[in-house]
């Protein structure tokens, strides 16, 4: 029996002796071989290519079962994204060419994988808030440390961090609020979810004696597309009692990170 390369082009050059090339014809996207001879033979009961097949030469260099295809610099296969050593590849399997999802990178060193466009964003609010006695207020944050996915606005409903179109995922959610000293009451915090349902709630009491409290707060879960979440400070001190810090490590702040 012949040996048996695999090629992807249009019209292949007649093999070596005893070699049979299949190839994908680009005209018809059906199979086709070719033998040493210069006999054509075209399979068109063959799977049809999804996409559309680029005249390459020897693009299509290995796919067994279980593998990757790989394509040489002189050969391609078009389709929504090339593949990429670095990229994450999905798709592929009978009659489909996988591609490259460029939103996701694998790091090769330490073998992780990140985003680009992974919805996330860290806020935090450069000066103090003032809190009124038993009353949650919700934290205003007018600077962002980062924001991927246009999940926050310095500009309208401050407070929130909403889950963008199409983003539906598991996110974690964390906040910290830093309370001036006061000596009296209770100092709590809250994750809340679209202005009605508590997510989360962390809480500190006083001790009669005046100091900082500084709460960290943090919640896992679910959310879908317009939802948003805000952190709500608490503090019975008595009076108003200011959060936050101009200082940026004092200052209050809040996260979101979409983890899949």
Not at 80 to 98: E, I, Q, W
Not at 178 to 191: K, L, M
Request: include cysteine.
């Amino acid at each position: 029996m012949a040996d048996i390369a695999l090629d992807v082009q249009s019209a292949p050059t007649t093999p070596a002796a005893g070699v049979a090339v299949v190839y994908v014809d680009t005209t018809t996207k059906k199979l086709a071989s070719k033998d040493d001879a210069g006999t054509v033979t075209a399979y068109s009961a063959g799977v049809t290519l999804p996409v559309s097949v680029a005249d390459g030469g020897t693009g299509l260099t290995s796919g067994t079962s279980g593998g990757i295809p790989a394509y040489t610099a002189s050969g391609t296969i078009a389709s929504s994204a090339a593949l990429a050593a670095t990229k994450l590849v999905v798709g592929g399997g009978a009659g489909v060419v996988p591609f490259t999802d460029t939103n996701w990178a694998i790091e090769q060193t330490g073998h992780s994988l990140s985003s680009t466009t992974q919805p996330r964003a860290v806020v935090y609010n450069s000066s103090t808030q003032s809190i009124n006695d038993s009353t949650y207020t919700a934290i205003t944050f007018d600077s962002e440390d980062l924001d991927v996915g246009g999940l926050h606005s310095t500009v309208s409903n401050t407070s929130r961090l909403t889950v963008p179109t199409g983003c539906d995922g598991f996110y974690l959610v964390m906040g910290s609020l830093d309370f001036a000293s006061n000596s009296v009451g209770v100092r709590g915090g809250q994750i809340f979810k679209n202005g009605a349902t508590e997510l989360i709630y962390e809480q500190s009491v006083m001790a009669g004696t005046a100091s900082i409290i500084i709460l960290h707060i943090m919640w896992l879960g679910n959310l879908v597309a317009t939802d948003y979440v805000e952190l709500r400070a608490f503090q019975s001190s008595g009076g108003a009692l200011n959060v936050g810090n101009a200082t940026r490590s004092l200052s209050n702040s809040f996260s979101i990170t979409k983890l899949w």
